[in-house]
């Protein structure tokens, strides 16, 4: 299974030296924000700049100004405590086609992302949704903070197995009600729902004032299209609704636009509304995804 390489030694070693940044957790002063960590009232200190009206001047360096005549600010790093939800779609059609291990995919890369958050001493938790007839379901780990406890995740990832019907809006929507402070919430799926359904749950997020980080997995076959023609008796994996089919020598090609398009309007979603996105399409290339695309998700180096 391809989440075991979560915590396989070699898999860490390129996350570490990564950080998460996060824009909308922290803020320097009003209308100012910044990536990753920021200055503030913390405990270390960082760096001098120079006095502006507002400043508080508890930091005023007195020994600069006795000796220098010089009114200058002492500026320390922040204590940047940023809660962060890896949320992880586990219905149903995650296991579908088997081949392509979109949940094994979905979960090392979601690990991963926990494990760079960590990096920082941030509480972070993973959170399984699957979809029931009463409503959602929403599993979650405790948070954890340090690297010491990253292993603590492997029988939550290890027992998680796909079902039940996609429900982010719903699942959106039981995440908040646990009143949690705004953080991170990094929503890994494959977004097959109505558009309005995933635009709903994205939307309830950001006006929450969440950091919204969204990993958009497909599998490389169901990219592909490529089914054979011929009389095919298909069954949602959610639904368990059946139907036959006719699949034509233009059936390929047509997979191949629909899959395209589907992630094209999640992407537009997510650029209109100034989310990072990211696209995971392949689990064969894993190590490239994480290289090239982590940093869109505001993964700094």
């Given at each position: 299974?391809?989440?075991?390489?979560?915590?396989?030694?070699?898999?860490?070693?390129?996350?570490?030296?990564?950080?998460?940044?996060?824009?909308?957790?922290?803020?320097?002063?009003?209308?100012?924000?910044?990536?990753?960590?920021?200055?503030?009232a913390g405990i270390e200190p960082e760096n001098f700049r120079e006095y502006t009206e507002g400043d508080d001047l508890r930091f005023?360096?007195?020994?600069?100004?006795?000796?220098?005549?010089?009114?200058?600010?002492?500026?320390?790093?922040?204590?940047?405590?940023?809660?962060?939800?890896?949320?992880?779609?586990?219905?149903?059609?995650?296991?579908?086609?088997?081949?392509?291990?979109?949940?094994?995919?979905?979960?090392?890369?979601?690990?991963?992302?926990?494990?760079?958050?960590?990096?920082?001493?941030?509480?972070?938790?993973?959170?399984?949704?699957?979809?029931?007839?009463?409503?959602?379901?929403?599993?979650?780990?405790p948070f954890y903070r340090r690297h010491e406890s990253f292993f603590e995740l492997r029988p939550f990832v290890s027992a998680l197995?796909?079902?039940?019907?996609?429900?982010?809006?719903?699942?959106?929507?039981?995440?908040?009600?646990?009143?949690?402070?705004?953080?991170?919430?990094?929503?890994?799926?494959?977004?097959?729902?109505?558009?309005?359904?995933?635009?709903?749950?994205?939307?309830?997020?950001?006006?929450?004032?969440?950091?919204?980080?969204?990993?958009?997995?497909?599998?490389?076959?169901?990219?592909?299209?490529?089914?054979?023609?011929?009389?095919?008796?298909?069954?949602?994996?959610?639904?368990?609704?059946?139907?036959?089919?006719?699949?034509?020598?233009?059936?390929?090609?047509?997979?191949?636009?629909?899959?395209?398009?589907?992630?094209?309007?999640?992407?537009?979603?997510?650029?209109?509304?100034?989310?990072?996105?990211?696209?995971?399409?392949?689990?064969?290339?894993?190590?490239?995804?994480?290289?090239?695309?982590?940093?869109?998700?505001?993964?700094?180096?």
């Open positions: 299974m391809l989440e075991k390489r979560a915590f396989e030694p070699e898999f860490l070693s390129k996350l570490d030296g990564l950080l998460l940044g996060a824009r909308r957790a922290r803020t320097v002063r009003a209308g100012r924000r910044t990536l990753g960590r920021v200055q503030g005023l360096d007195w020994n600069a100004f006795a000796r220098l005549d010089d009114l200058t600010i002492r500026t320390f790093r922040a204590d940047r405590q940023v809660e962060a939800t890896v949320l992880v779609d586990a219905s149903a059609s995650m296991g579908v086609p088997a081949r392509d291990d979109k949940l094994g995919l979905a979960l090392l890369l979601g690990v991963g992302l926990a494990y760079i958050a960590m990096s920082e001493n941030d509480p972070v938790r993973l959170v399984a949704l699957r979809g029931e007839r009463r409503g959602p379901r929403l599993d979650a780990t197995k796909c079902g039940g019907e996609t429900r982010l809006a719903a699942a959106a929507g039981e995440l908040l009600n646990q009143r949690r402070p705004p953080g991170i919430v990094i929503l890994i799926s494959d977004f097959l729902v109505n558009a309005s359904d995933y635009e709903a749950a994205l939307a309830q997020l950001v006006a929450a004032h969440h950091e919204v980080k969204v990993v958009h997995v497909m599998g490389e076959s169901e990219m592909a299209g490529a089914y054979p023609p011929g009389a095919y008796r298909i069954r949602d994996a959610e639904s368990g609704e059946t139907r036959e089919v006719m699949l034509g020598p233009a059936a390929a090609p047509a997979c191949r636009r629909r899959a395209a398009e589907h992630a094209e309007r999640v992407m537009s979603f997510c650029t209109r509304h100034g989310l990072n996105h990211m696209q995971a399409f392949s689990a064969a290339r894993v190590d490239e995804t994480i290289l090239r695309d982590f940093p869109r998700l505001g993964v700094i180096v």
